[in-house]
């Protein structure tokens, strides 16, 4: 990737000249105390991500939806399985992180809040970059406030190459990125390139869904030199993987770079939770990775790992990055303390896909990832079977246009690691 590489030194090169080149100074805290609690199999704390409760008015309004009733809704008391959620690992009710989380808020309230590159950061930001990028075996890493942020900023951070190499005030065609988005990416890569697209910093082609003839004929169809590839590694409404073992095949025929966005398999899949480029054996061939910090680790945030060369760039060009308020320090205590967890309870990964292949074996369904998406069609069907489904005491949203396309309205499930035996809705 020496082209990009070179790219990137000089777009640095441009903004050290311009004095435009930024860098975060953490402010020193005291280490976070150790993580002691970890457990060998559930306890009762996992109770915490499984069982919820609606009030009757909720609960009401929902089963009200769609303009049917049963009239029996008096009889529910509210009380439901979450099926629904994003905590894969269970780690957001863990004692650890809640133990984290308070001992952070008793020491230093909510921490410096600010920017990350006016006060936000700290060495307990520094600390959980570290981990991540040991995680992802990338040089370094950049924490965000979100996953959403996170994409943007990497798109933001991408168009600023051509526009910072450009001869004139916008670049020309022939000088902008050319980048190659699959059909069914995230709405926040989605959102990136469209600002990208309105800058005309980038000249997007979008390919079929995971289907890499149809990405190899658009790049052999495209002059541009500046190529870059984009793609969720798990989709979130399919429960599919993007084939970045075929990916990889055409990255080193191309020569393009490329970015995934692991929110949905970071700690959940490969032997040690470093997502689906562990999984599938790539994780040198990732140029820049995407996550979350809501979902499997239960907690909040956003992060990217990449080489530190793009680190620089993204954090003096990626504005999503740049204007918003740093992760408080709290909540960056609870997801070293969810990364260590994860880490030393490897049995979590391992009854997420037991769930996946006993559900595989009970329905004769082709299940390849703990995120099962059964597709209804219509939205009367969907919400009809979502009253039936709350009324048998599972809390499954149905997943409704725009999220998804006309008459593919789904059910999205996410077993919770732990179904306890005692509570039984009726």
């Not at 069982?51 to 009239?71: N, V, Y």
């Not at 994409?151 to 450009?166: F, P």
């Not at 997502?275 to 956003?302: M, N, Y």
Request: with cysteine; hydrophobic share 40%.
């Amino acid at each position: 990737m020496g082209q990009w590489d070179a790219l990137v030194d000089a777009a640095l090169a441009t903004l050290e000249a311009r004095s435009l080149l930024r860098a975060t100074r953490p402010i020193a805290l005291a280490p976070p105390p150790a993580t002691q609690q970890t457990f060998d199999g559930p306890g009762p704390w996992d109770r915490a991500a499984v069982e919820i409760r609606l009030d009757r008015d909720t609960l009401q309004q929902w089963l009200a939806e769609g303009g049917e009733a049963s009239g029996h809704e008096e009889e529910l008391d509210g009380n439901l399985i979450l099926f629904s959620g994003n905590d894969y690992m269970g780690l957001s009710s863990h004692p650890a992180v809640r133990e984290a989380l308070v001992q952070a808020v008793r020491d230093y309230g909510m921490g410096p809040r600010g920017s990350a590159l006016i006060c936000g950061y700290t060495s307990y930001h520094k600390l959980v970059e570290e981990s991540l990028a040991e995680l992802k075996k990338k040089e370094d890493c950049l924490l965000c406030p979100t996953g959403f942020s996170a994409n943007m900023a990497v798109m933001t951070a991408l168009g600023s190459v051509s526009s910072l190499l450009s001869r004139g005030r916008k670049p020309a065609e022939h000088e902008r990125i050319a980048i190659f988005s699959d059909a069914l990416n995230h709405a926040s890569i989605i959102d990136g390139i469209r600002l990208l697209e309105r800058q005309q910093e980038a000249i997007v082609f979008v390919y079929k869904h995971c289907d890499m003839f149809h990405l190899d004929f658009l790049l052999s169809s495209c002059s541009m030199e500046k190529k870059v590839v984009v793609t969720d590694s798990l989709f979130s409404m399919d429960g599919d993987f993007a084939p970045l073992p075929e990916l990889v095949k055409l990255r080193r025929k191309y020569g393009f770079l490329l970015v995934i966005d692991d929110a949905h398999g970071t700690l959940v899949c490969g032997e040690n939770g470093g997502g689906a480029a562990e999984l599938f054996e790539c994780e040198k061939d990732i140029d820049i990775g995407v996550g979350t910090l809501s979902k499997a680790a239960g907690c909040q945030g956003g992060f990217i790992t990449c080489s530190t060369r793009w680190k620089r760039l993204i954090q003096s060009r990626g504005r999503s990055f740049i204007f918003s308020t740093a992760l408080p320090v709290p909540v960056v205590a609870s997801v070293h303390a969810a990364l260590y967890v994860s880490r030393k309870e490897g049995w979590r990964r391992s009854v997420i896909w037991r769930h996946v292949q006993y559900f595989a074996s009970l329905t004769n369904l082709e299940i390849t990832s703990p995120i099962i998406s059964i597709v209804v069609g219509s939205e009367e069907a969907a919400l009809r079977a979502g009253r039936y489904l709350l009324r048998s005491g599972f809390h499954v949203t149905p997943i409704r246009p725009p999220t998804v396309p006309p008459n593919s309205c789904r059910f999205r499930l996410i077993f919770p690691l732990t179904v306890v035996p005692s509570f039984s809705p009726s």
